[in-house]
DNA sequence: GCCCGTCGTTGCGCCAGCGCAAAGAGACAG
DNA sequence: CTGTCTCTTTGCGCTGGCGCAACGACGGGC
């Protein structure tokens, strides 16, 4: 861990004046806000913060992605969502809890801002403005996992299954020749972890898809060949045709 | 729907400065605040807002309940929460989104207080304190719902039911002889809405508690007994004895 | 180039929970 | 008191998805 120093400090700002939560912030704030960050590099395979722990540092990712998960009483682990760049994490517990609702596990050489919990609500009662940004913020987040919360109690899996990865295509997709390549390392445990679901029937679900051309799958990759065909099951629409994606 | 007269002030003050929202607000804030109110009056079966529908209003419950749920595609009824007297409604909408995320049937005879978008936007303006408060107030239900959303993800249907019992216990429990009485209506489509199952399966498992003297239950009403008992099932231990529950 | 560890696939058996139908039980109106 | 409406119970059959096991495939390290 690392103060900031002056030679990062353009793209910083730039970084961070384009997330959700600095937005709109004037420069001089900002300047003052990266200025009382610290900067960490976090190895893989080690959480940057743990679920139940004391909440101590707020976070934005300024490269790479961080996973958030929740485990359950058995061990079950459930992921709630991935964190990429200008993207923040741990909002719930500096801004209400006391520890940690959830782990964060960092991808290879993902570099983070950090911010301990007295800065940040020092600079939340300072400035107004960021106060709003976080609200709307922490808002957005609910509206989410309400409306996954709805999907997991009434869908089936193979709907959520697609609404998983159109979500990871909105999030990760890159344009790859035949289709849309989520661009991160997704195994069927993740996959299975995000919907509630275990990684067989995962498994057997994309192996469905791909014979049909919906998708096609390798290990830890997964690249849509048919949006429409996953938005179709999504849906629960009558199944597209092989030639509706046509762009 | 009617101006709030000087008459209920006190009332409403009171409820107001206890709320999580408004508490530790200035007095004379808070009056502000109650002057630009409106109070209605719910009548039953009637939804005070609809999920979908363009955001308007902000709401405090001041007497009696209101029920959010959510639609799936399918029809299917989700229950997301209920809202008593002191507590807010609709904060997303105001706070983030365009539309109401959800709809809020009311319980016959609820009264509620509602302020306007803009107004509820120019007083989180005019006053940090109550921004910081609906940061807080967002962040508290961000971390339920996502703890549910693992639940829900990660557990048997009669452990989410268990919670669910212990949860409106802990909201609306009244304690009578033999037990903690669930003091509202409660239907086993509600408690179905709640936990992601269905009625039918609700009503099983209850009988089977019924039958080990857990919960004792009629139309529309559940006493639990033995509330080790639940938490038992809810955490999955091994099952509490009868004798348990001595207090 | 080989080995080993991790990830993915697939067949098989099983069971938790769903869906329906039919009947029972309160509650409320008239 | 009676009829009706809504809520609840329970039996029965079914199936979506789970859990395991065995095997296969890929990839990185040495």
Redesign the interface.
Known sequence: MAAVGPSADVQLLDLLGASQLFHGVEREVLAEVVARAREQRAEADRAVFTEGEPAAWFCVVVTGRLKLT?L???G?E?I?RFVGPGEAAA??AV???AVY??TAWAERGTRTLLWSRETMQAL??AH?AL??N???L??????E??????E????RVAQRIARALLRLVRQAGRKVEGGVLIDMPLSRQDLAAM??TTLFTVSRVLSEWESQGIVESARERVVVKRPHGLVALA??LPPSQPGDDRQ
Not at 138 to 143: E, N, P
Not at 145 to 150: A, C, G, I, K, L
């Open positions: 929740q359950g009483l058995d079950t459930v709630l909002a719930l801004f209400e809890g609702p959830a939340l009662r107004p106060a709003l976080a609200l709307e922490v808002s957005g987040r609910l509206r996992v309400q409306e996954r919360f709805r997991l109690a009434t869908e919907t509630g849906e629960d």
